[in-house]
Structures are given as C-alpha cells and as structure tokens.
C-alpha cells in the first residue's frame, strides 16, 4: 500500500510534537529530613569569612596535594569528586555560639592524599583556601576518621557563601577548622603549625570537648 504524500506530513508532525523537549533542570531542593533526623538549613549560618563571600571559578580551579608527598597531585573539580562518595549528618559548630545540623556529601581526604602517596615523616596536614584562610590536624585526624571534603550539603551543591568547590567537615571540631573554599592540602612535618584562628589564640586541636583558647 502507498502511503499518500499529506499522510506522510501529517505522520512527521505529529511525530516531532511528540519528541521529548530538552529537560529543563530545576533548582534543587534542600533536605531537611532525613531518615527521621531533621536538618539545619542552608540559611542559618553566619556568614563572617575573613575576606567575605569568595567565587570559585570551576573551570581553573584545581585541587594541589603538596608537600611531603611522592608526587604531587592538582585534581580539577570532577576528579576530586569522581573518588568514592560518601554521606553524613554531622553538626557545625561555631564558638560565636551557633550551631547546625547538616547532611554532608563528599569525598574521603585520606583517599585524596593517598594518590599523592604520603611521606613516612609527615605528621601534620594543612588546608589552604581561596581566600589565604589555613588550618591544620594532625595527620592522624584524618586517616583514622572518616574525614570528608563535601562539595554537597543537604543535597544541594555548596554554594559560594557556604564554601564551594569545598568545605571539610571537620567533625568534632570547631567551625573555624572546617575550612571552606579549600584549593591545597599540604602534607607537613611542622606539628606546631598554626592557621589563621589558631595564631588568633583559639586551641590548635579545635576539639569541641577541649578548650577554645590557648593563648591569653
Ligand atoms: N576559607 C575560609 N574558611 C572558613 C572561614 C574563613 O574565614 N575562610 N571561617 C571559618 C569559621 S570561623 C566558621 S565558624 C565556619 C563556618 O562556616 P560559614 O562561614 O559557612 O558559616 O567556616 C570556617 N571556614
Ligand atoms: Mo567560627
């Protein structure tokens, strides 16, 4: 049977009016319930960064592991975050006085720094960021913790304010070791490094249960 020329037109466009139009992607919508836990949200942090609000551009930015490393690593964003996934609620701290309780996403430090391959002699790992802020642990802190770089907080992408590419959630500790905007991980044997709060006075282990300040 022949099909007739106006059948034919009229199959194709009811064939393209039936085409699946390009998705559109829809702001994301935070969580702030899970598996029972309620959940902070985004807006209740203070936002009180040393040098303000800092704008990260993905495309050049890189991710350094220094240091006393076998070889020295610069991840771009999708390779930070093409390592093994993982998530957890762990409340922040700050010792102004506020607190949150967030559902983080990110990556393991131990498996970003073990792609460096790590010196017997360090000790000690500094975070560096954008805005020059450093804060450092015990290297230890970070191997025998399930320590994270989370670019995910209540399932939505971090947003500039909040630290992206990346915040380290350093549990146990106080908001001030919980670097945002990180862009180096530097492998150290100098334990009496201080970063930017610490040389302030507050305590070099930020522990939550240990004392806030050091120094007079
Ligand atoms: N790079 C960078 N990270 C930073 C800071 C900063 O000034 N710069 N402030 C710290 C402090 S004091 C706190 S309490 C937490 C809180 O996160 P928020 O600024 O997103 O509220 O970020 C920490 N991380
Ligand atoms: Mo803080």
Redesign the pocket.
């Known amino acids: 049977m022949q099909v007739k020329p106006v059948i034919m037109i009229l199959l194709l466009i009811l064939l393209v009016g039936c085409t699946p139009k390009e998705i559109k992607e829809l702001k994301a919508a935070e969580v702030r319930d899970y598996e029972g836990e309620k959940l902070g949200s985004l807006g209740d942090f203070r936002e009180n960064s040393i040098k303000g609000v800092q704008h990260v551009d993905i495309d050049s930015y890189r991710l350094g592991i220094t240091g006393l490393v076998e070889e020295p690593q610069s991840f771009t964003y999708e390779e930070v975050i093409s390592n093994q996934r993982y998530s957890k609620i762990v409340r922040i701290y ?3 006085g506020w607190d949150v309780n967030i559902l983080w996403e990110g990556v393991l430090v131990r498996d970003l720094i073990s792609k460096a391959g790590v010196m017997p002699q360090a000790n000690t790992i500094i975070f560096h960021a954008y805005d020059g802020y450093t804060t450092s642990f015990p290297l230890n802190y970070v191997m025998d913790n399930e320590i994270i770089i989370a670019y995910k907080m209540n399932d939505v992408t971090i947003p500039p304010e909040r630290g992206f590419p990346f915040q380290l959630v350093a549990e146990d500790k106080w ?2 070791k919980w670097i945002k905007w990180i862009t180096g991980i530097e492998l150290s044997n100098n334990t009496d490094y201080r970063g930017t709060w610490e040389s302030a006075g507050y305590n070099n282990l930020g522990s939550l249960e240990g004392p806030k300040f050091e120094r007079g």
């Open positions: 700050c010792v102004e908001g001030y």
